[in-house]
């Protein structure tokens, strides 16, 4: 006798829904055999390798909150982080912003914020010190990006 598969045992290699699996042969315009589901080896791996492929050609969705790289869960469009804070507060504003920067220990460009590399303002906000170096020289040097002949008046 032919060693035969149901599609619950199916479903559990898969790591899908023996529903799924179901509704996925009655698609493919397969029946039951009596009462029963038998899936020959053939098929079984035909739609496991369809399962695998279905999987990795959909990435995970990141959430969509900004600045925040976590996958979102599919039924709520959230990562958990996100999805908690939403039940809690009924927003999604971060509750303290101060917090979260003085959390950062480099500014965006990926300089340190060591106690020389760091201007702090009055109220308590932080600038890094080479970005700020490097801006003003920027200026100073327009050509080092910029277009290496400086247009000339025409002469009459
Ligand atoms: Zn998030
Ligand atoms: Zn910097």
């Known amino acids: 006798m032919d060693e035969v ?3 619950r045992e199916l479903a559990e290699r ?3 829904s023996a529903e799924s699996v179901r509704k996925l042969l009655a698609r ?10 038998r899936i020959h080896p053939f098929l079984a791996a035909e739609i496991e390798a369809y399962y695998r492929q279905a999987r990795t050609a959909r990435p995970p969705v990141p959430c969509p909150v900004e600045g925040c790289e976590r996958p979102a869960g599919a039924r709520s469009g ?8 939403l039940r809690r507060y ?8 101060a917090a979260h920067q003085r959390a950062k220990t480099h500014c965006p460009k990926g300089h340190e914020y060591t ?6 303002f009055a109220d308590g ?12 020289l920027a200026r100073k040097r327009p050509t080092a990006s ?6 000339v008046p025409e002469s009459p």
């Open 125 to 136: 906000r932080r600038r890094c010190r080479r970005c700020r170096l490097d801006a003003a």
């Open 5 to 7: 598969t149901t599609p």
């Open 28 to 37: 493919r315009g397969f029946t039951k055999f009596g009462t029963r589901w």
């Open 78 to 85: 959230l990562c958990p982080a996100h999805r908690k804070r």
């Open 90 to 97: 009924g927003d999604l504003e971060p509750r303290d912003g």
């Open 146 to 151: 910029g277009p290496l002949v400086r247009a």
């Open 115 to 120: 106690l020389e590399n760091t201007y702090v």
């Open 14 to 16: 898969a790591g899908v």
